[in-house]
């Protein structure tokens, strides 16, 4: 049995006619960028996370890029972040001439440690960007706090976190902005690239408006120099359908993961992931800490499992970054995160069978008898 880390397709077989007629509508408005299923999709998100205004952009990294220019952050100024991210977490920060300073992680969580943020607030400090990884909200509330004694916005990036809640508050409604991320394989997945920030600040949500569409509130005449960053029609009409489904397939993860943690709780080289209690973790992705994670992640492939290392290189050791001055201890949780973690399928098409499948292998594989698994393939 081939198990994939994520099947897409399996997903597309349940909502094929519906997919089918919201795109064919939009071909036959001719009308493919932004537009009326655009501006419902923005309703509709900011309602789901419970704000009042929501922007719809190209992409997740465009929102982030978006909202922390919006702020008007740039050179000279200082933006605390998580170095256990996906890179254009820190790219948003540096394309804007901003410096990243990196807080380490709580090992617990894989999210930015609160205690740390507050240790790296300096006075150059213009934004925290906090990242809620895997589909788990950081532990906002003492970073609101931190935040708010000494007027510094934060900004979320929930990329991999729609639906998710931190005592019963949406992922991307706690911080002045949330962002988020429609590429296909989130949890809310488009048929391509797309995003949205979502704010409670009329005044910023008018900002981000203007800069995607570089930075003219009236065509051609521009008072800033914006980006082209806007959402596609056709975009909008499949997120609509998908959104409907988007609270049953996140209860569906959830239960693969509840599963994989009774299989695996007690298994041998294995770590399974800590959802905090107050927290609704929506599992964009079921890591795990794994001995000898490259060995174990090769013998699953070679069984034919997918998964997958996010992210093998911690942001303050990236190459392009070494301008930066990071170096190995910086930030040790990030950097043995990066070298322990595997990500394992949880999409919720996938079946108990196919966990028990998973579970299996990983037993194997620590018991010294993974010979057994290639043997018995098929
Ligand atoms: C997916 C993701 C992004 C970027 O989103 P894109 O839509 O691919 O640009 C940013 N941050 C995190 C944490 C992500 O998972």
Known sequence: MKIPLLDLAAQYRTIKGEIREAVEEVFESQRFILGPRVAELE????????????????????????????????????????????????SSVTRLGARPVFADIDPRTFNIDPARVAGSIGPRTKAILVVHLYGQTAEMDPILDAAASRGIPVIEDACQAIGARCRGRAAGSMGLAGCFSFFPSKNLGGAGDGGMVVTGDDSLADRIRVLREHGARRRYYHDEVGINSRLDAIQAAVLLVKLRRLDEWSEGRRRNAARYDELLGAAEGVVTPAALPHNRHIYNQYVIRAARRDDLKEHLQGAGIGCEVYYPVPLH??????????KEGDCPEAERAASETLALPVYPELTAAMQDEVAGAIGRFYAGRPGTDRAGKD
């Open 317 to 326: 050791l990236q190459a392009c970054l070494s301008f930066l001055g990071g």
């Open 43 to 90: 309703e509709r998100i900011a309602a789901y996370c419970g704000v009042s205004r929501a922007v719809g952009t190209a992409s997740g990294s465009d929102a982030i890029l978006l909202a922390l220019s919006a702020l008007g952050i740039g050179p000279g100024d200082e933006v605390i972040t998580t170095p256990y991210s996906f890179f254009s977490t820190v």
